[in-house]
């Protein structure tokens, strides 16, 4: 079974600096997607960033990057000149390629930006 | 395009009653996804569907909750009978085929009192 963990249940950072947080899990398969999703105040569920795990290369959209390092299963999210409007709980999630539909989600880590 | 439409947003119900939660997919999605989001728990898969057909019901917790897709535009999450236990967001998210990305809806949060 793959499980999914976020270490780190709080954090903030200030408007305009840059934050990482981070995901672990843990699998034997070798293909496989990793999500980082955003959850506001509103409860919506917003798809930040995706990472397919035979992609080498980090994905990046706009202030938001991924730190995937698949031999120590580990993928961090970095958010740049962070904004008042990332504040929100935000969610690590992975999904098996070969028959995978179902996500496992972290326990979530709280993003606070203070102005 | 409307997204993926649950409803009602909140419901307050009353322990020992019944509860229905409802989903409607993005149109030309083929797979429904129904999970529940506590926190203790967090945000846990209960069943997902397939055209219609449910494909693993392994998450749903027990033979109170079911759930039923009659139709490509409509499924139902129900608890009979409903305990304050069940209290939480419930959340139905739905793709295409051969895409990896799902579609969430808003959320129902559920009270159990």
């Known amino acids: 079974a793959q499980t999914v963990t976020q270490s780190q249940p709080e954090m903030s950072v200030q408007e305009a600096e840059t934050v990482t947080l981070s995901c672990t899990y843990d699998?034997?398969?070798?293909?496989?997607?990793l999500f980082w999703y955003k959850q506001p105040p509103s409860r919506q569920m917003i798809l930040v960033i995706r990472?397919?795990?035979?992609?080498?290369q980090n994905a990046t959209e706009n202030r938001f990057s991924v730190n995937f390092q698949k031999a120590a299963k580990s993928f961090s999210l970095k958010i740049s000149d962070s904004q008042l409007g990332d504040t929100a709980m935000y969610f690590c999630?992975?999904?098996?390629?070969?028959?995978?539909?179902?996500?496992?989600f972290g326990a979530g880590t709280r993003l606070t930006v203070k102005p | 395009d409307a997204g993926v439409i649950q409803s009602p947003r909140h419901e307050v119900t009353e322990m020992g009653q019944e509860v229905t939660l409802r989903c409607k997919p993005i149109?030309?999605?083929?797979?429904l996804f129904w999970y529940r989001q506590t926190m203790m728990r967090g945000l846990e898969l209960l069943i997902y569907?397939?055209?219609?057909?449910?494909?693993?019901d392994s998450g749903m917790p027990e033979d109170r909750f079911s759930a039923k897709m009659p139709n490509a535009s409509f499924s139902t999450l129900k608890i009979q009978p409903s305990e304050p236990r069940d209290s939480a967001v419930y959340f139905c998210?739905?793709?295409?085929?051969?895409?990896?990305?799902?579609?969430f809806g808003p959320g129902t949060r559920l009270t159990v009192l």
């Open positions: 149109s030309g999605h083929d797979y």
């Open positions: 569907f397939n055209n219609n057909v449910p494909i693993d």
């Open positions: 998210a739905s793709k295409g085929g051969g895409l990896w990305e799902q579609f």
């Open positions: 699998t034997s398969e070798n293909n496989y997607y």
């Open positions: 990472q397919e795990a035979y992609k080498q």
């Open positions: 999630a992975f999904m098996k390629h070969e028959g995978g539909n179902d996500m496992r």
